[in-house]
């Protein structure tokens, strides 16, 4: 791909993860469709397609023209936010770049969080660990409690970290909907009905 993103580009992804529905919202977001073909894959059953591009196995991975792989959804987002114009949903300097940086890296470690606890209820029950399933439940509550603490945060233009929490707690819905956060974080639950509402979210539901 040149400099100024001409170019097809190929995302691996998929439905149900919460790392490729962040880039996925984005590219709708950015009016990138026409650009992105995105490739539905399964990472659990390693297919070869994806280790040839990612040697992780994991979801998202896009592929440049020039045949160049991108991989973690943070670094595939900064990209496709700089192959474009306006608006922006991460600020190239400044102290609101380190603002939704770090709103995205919480969001992140929510949906980490969630993953494995769901990874860790399908092990054979004998080798589950409800001590390491209590800690990861308690790092979602932190965060969601941090969110809620300073609704600012997810305030103003949508950008790269409010799409990225909408995407965790729309996880958390899809996996996870026992934790029932709604009740106790009610500044996160009015910012998320209101991202809902996204295009790119409408269009990306895990499934």
């Given at each position: 791909m040149t400099a100024s993103g001409e170019g097809l580009v190929q995302l691996y992804h998929a439905t149900a993860s919460p790392f490729a529905r962040k880039v996925r919202v984005l590219v709708r977001e950015k009016g990138l469709l026409d650009r992105v073909e995105e490739i539905s894959v399964?990472?659990?059953?390693?297919?070869?397609?994806?280790?040839?591009?990612?040697?992780?196995?994991?979801?998202?991975?896009?592929?440049?023209?020039?045949?160049?792989?991108?991989?973690?959804?943070?670094?595939?987002?900064?990209?496709?936010?700089t192959i474009s114009g306006s608006p922006r949903y991460l600020p190239k300097e400044g102290e609101k770049r380190w603002q939704v940086l770090r709103m995205q890296a919480l969001a992140d470690g929510i949906m980490d969080s969630?993953?494995?606890?769901?990874?860790?209820?399908?092990?054979?029950?004998?080798?589950?660990?409800?001590?390491?399933?209590?800690?990861?439940?308690?790092?979602?509550?932190?965060a969601l409690r941090q969110l809620d603490d300073d609704p600012a945060l997810l305030s103003g233009p949508t950008n790269l970290g409010a799409i990225s929490v909408a995407c965790a707690l729309g996880?958390?819905?899809?996996?996870?909907?026992?934790?029932?956060?709604?009740?106790?974080?009610?500044?996160?639950?009015?910012?998320?009905?209101?991202?809902?509402?996204?295009?790119?979210?409408?269009?990306?539901?895990?499934?």
């Open positions: 399964n990472p659990l059953a390693d297919p070869a397609e994806l280790h040839f591009v990612n040697p992780l196995g994991k979801v998202p991975a896009l592929v440049l023209a020039d045949g160049l792989a991108l991989f973690d959804s943070p670094v595939i987002c900064e990209y496709l936010d969630g993953v494995a606890m769901i990874y860790e209820s399908r092990r054979p029950e004998a080798q589950r660990s409800p001590d390491w399933r209590q800690r990861w439940q308690n790092c979602i509550l932190r996880y958390l819905d899809f996996r996870l909907p026992d934790i029932g956060w709604r009740q106790s974080h009610p500044h996160v639950a009015n910012a998320y009905a209101s991202l809902c509402e996204l295009p790119g979210m409408r269009a990306t539901l895990p499934s």
